[in-house]
């Protein structure tokens, strides 16, 4: 499976010196006495010697704890790992801090389309945050509450998150967007206390009114004692709190200090294939792992961030990394195709964005429609590119290179909601090469393992983790006993957390994903990740998206359909279908051209942008349509109807 893949960018030494990872691994030298010949070196220390490393990263980053403590990692097993037992920390004040040290810095940019763009200081930040703590604190919010949200990716939901997690309390939070069953099915969950929400929103142009949908939610939450209303329609109701009505008392930002692994927020798995995992994360692990993360990030206070994201994915939560650096972060909630796909780079040139972020599929979206941000736009202070969500091709970082700019350094990362980290990524210190991640993250012991459990270079395997990250789930919410955190994780490789994506480990140390090993496709003993046949489909210029399964039948040989999205006026003739079985061919195999193709409208997707290939294996399978997947956490449900279609028609 090794390749030589072409590199496509290389940081001068100048640019390599300015870099904080540059400046970690100074700081190691001359503070605790450490040199690496390389970053392999130093990666490998940074998993072998956990406790000296995740010192390092308290120290350099000068993170806070009200209490002293001598103890690092109490227990490494996995799960169970215990992180800083002795620490106290709140992890709002971390994020806070340039509040003294610059006030008047803008901390925030926000564009809605719903509300218009506004920016907030630093010191309005905090302020709005203090009065808002200090309303939810009169409401009977305390520690270990839970307060939860439907709001999109604006201030209103950064400055709530913060107070709520000044106070101690537990933050969740959902896309306006998502199904009321979907939203209800995450909330209930955890019993709220208090309910934050938007009663619509503006998207491309429209008005999408929530109220009803609100309503029906926080009738659904027996829990509830507070609602908190944001109005899009200028309207008021007497059994609610307005929103602006918190923001203007004078109050003094007080901070909670919690133990390390007290809860800060419960996010969920997508929710498509059961009800969804409430999984908890801590303060302290959330904010060290927010630390590290920042150097494989580049970040630092002159940065401006902006990661294009829904608030329903783990990207909003991600997005505050740039905060506890003390860059600005800019948040952008609204349809990034309206009036034009330009919309988003118009932003990010306006606003002299360093560093942006989105989903894979935004990108390929914007070379399919031949945008070339770079040929119009102002784009000087742009020097990195992130994105996640599904693997990048190698299609989508030439165009990158040829159609954004030249020299940028472009560092996809992968990761998920579990850790709410990513596992590789980027280094600003390292060669670009095309379609590949640059390296393991510090402190992430990442391995492609094979079904025996041996570890392989230079193939495609399971991606594990074999040592514990501070940033783990603390626990799913419920889960008394932790038998569904364990066999979400650790029942295939004992005591090793098992992440379900396909990984290929470069010689060099880089790596590939490959998609969702539970999607495998598995023809005649080879098996294969979809991404490289998307890669190869995708690449054509009429087939604007594609999905493929694998379907396995006792006995039989497998049947593996492919289904593709065209434009609207073409059709999927004899000689499409031939062009798209050679391009299989040519880039992957002969042994993996599609038993069948097949046109359809949509590919059905999570809300986060993700194929839902499992789900519509199992359909294909015969699985009751009802339970397969759970609607209400698509982006797209009725595109799941061809599908259904589809297995009548063959069956």
Avoid at 23 to 34: P, Q, S, T, V, Y
Avoid at 86 to 91: G, L
Avoid at 189 to 199: F, G, M, R, S, T
Avoid at 495 to 523: K, L, Q
Wanted: glycine share 10%.
């Amino acid at each position: 499976m090794t390749q030589t893949r072409p590199i496509l960018w290389t940081p001068t030494r100048k640019q390599r010196e300015a870099t904080r990872m540059a400046a970690f691994m100074r700081w190691l030298k001359a503070e605790r006495g450490l040199e690496f010949d390389d970053y392999n070196a130093l990666w490998d220390w940074s998993i072998t010697d956990l406790e000296e490393f995740w010192s390092a990263i308290w120290s350099f980053f000068d993170l806070q704890s009200s209490t002293d403590f001598d103890c690092i990692l109490s227990d490494r097993d996995m799960p169970g790992a215990r992180w800083f037992p002795q620490a106290y920390v709140n992890f709002a004040s971390q994020m806070l801090r340039q509040a003294q040290k610059t006030p008047d810095r803008t901390a925030l940019i926000v564009h809605s389309e719903t509300f218009g763009q506004s920016e907030l200081t630093w010191d309005e930040l905090a302020s709005q945050v203090a009065s808002v703590a200090a309303r939810l604190r009169g409401m009977g919010v305390g520690q270990g509450d839970r307060v939860v949200a439907i709001l999109p990716n604006t201030e209103v939901a950064m400055i709530a998150f913060l107070a709520t997690a000044s106070l101690g309390a537990i933050w969740s939070l959902c896309s306006p967007d998502m199904g009321h069953v979907a939203i209800l099915d995450r909330f209930r969950q955890i019993e709220p206390k208090v309910l934050i929400a938007q009663d619509g929103y503006v998207h491309a142009g429209k008005m999408i009114d929530r109220s009803a949908v609100v309503a029906e939610i926080a009738g659904g939450l027996p829990t509830l004692e507070q609602r908190i209303l944001i109005s899009a329609r200028n309207e008021s109701s007497p059994d609610q709190t307005r929103w602006q009505d918190l923001l203007n008392d004078k109050a003094d930002l007080e901070f909670a200090q919690v133990p390390f692994d007290h809860p800060l927020w419960v996010v969920y798995s997508s929710g498509t294939t059961g009800d969804p995992k409430p999984i908890a994360h801590g303060h302290g692990g959330i904010l060290i792992e927010g630390a590290k993360q920042s150097l494989h990030h580049d970040l630092g206070p002159q940065d401006r961030y902006c990661w294009l994201t829904s608030s329903g994915w783990i990207m909003w939560n991600s997005q505050l990394i740039s905060l506890g650096q003390g860059a600005t972060l800019a948040m952008f909630d609204g349809a990034p195709n309206y009036p034009d796909l330009k919309t988003v780079w118009r932003f990010v040139s306006d606003h002299e964005i360093s560093f942006f972020g989105a989903g894979a599929a935004f990108y390929t979206g914007c070379m399919k429609a031949g945008i070339r941000p770079g040929d119009v736009l102002d784009l000087a202070a742009l020097r990195g590119l992130g994105s996640t969500g599904s693997p990048l091709t190698s299609d989508g970082y030439e165009w990158v290179y040829n159609a954004v700019k030249s020299d940028v350094w472009l560092a996809p990362i992968s990761g998920g909601t579990d850790l709410c980290g990513g596992f590789v990524g980027g280094n600003p210190m390292l060669p670009v090469r095309a379609g590949e991640m640059q390296c393991r993250f510090l402190g992430n012991a990442v391995r492609a393992f094979d079904e025996a459990g041996h570890e392989l270079i230079g193939e495609v395997g399971e991606l594990v983790c074999t040592e514990p990250l501070p940033s783990m789930p603390l626990f799913f919410w419920g889960d008394t006993d932790g038998s569904r955190l364990h066999g979400s994780y650790f029942d295939t490789y004992p005591g090793i957390w098992r992440h379900g994506d396909w990984i290929e480990i470069t010689p060099e140390g880089g790596a590939v994903i490959y998609g969702r090993s539970d999607a495998t496709i598995n023809r005649k003993g080879l098996r294969l990740g979809s991404s490289e046949i998307y890669q190869a489909v995708e690449g054509l210029d009429e087939v604007l998206d594609s999905l493929v399964v694998d379907l396995e039948f006792l006995g039989r040989d497998s049947f593996m359909p492919l289904f593709v999205v065209l434009p609207d006026d073409k059709r999927l003739d004899d000689g499409l279908k031939e062009r798209i079985n050679q391009a299989i061919r040519t880039a992957v195999s002969a042994r993996f051209v599609p038993s069948e193709i097949v046109q359809i409208k949509e590919i059905p997707r999570t809300i986060s942008g993700k194929k839902l290939e499992v789900p519509v294996k199992k359909l294909l399978l015969g699985g009751d349509p009802n339970t397969v997947v759970n609607r209400d956490a698509m982006a797209n449900a009725d595109s799941l109807d061809a599908f259904i279609e589809y297995h009548r028609a063959r069956n």
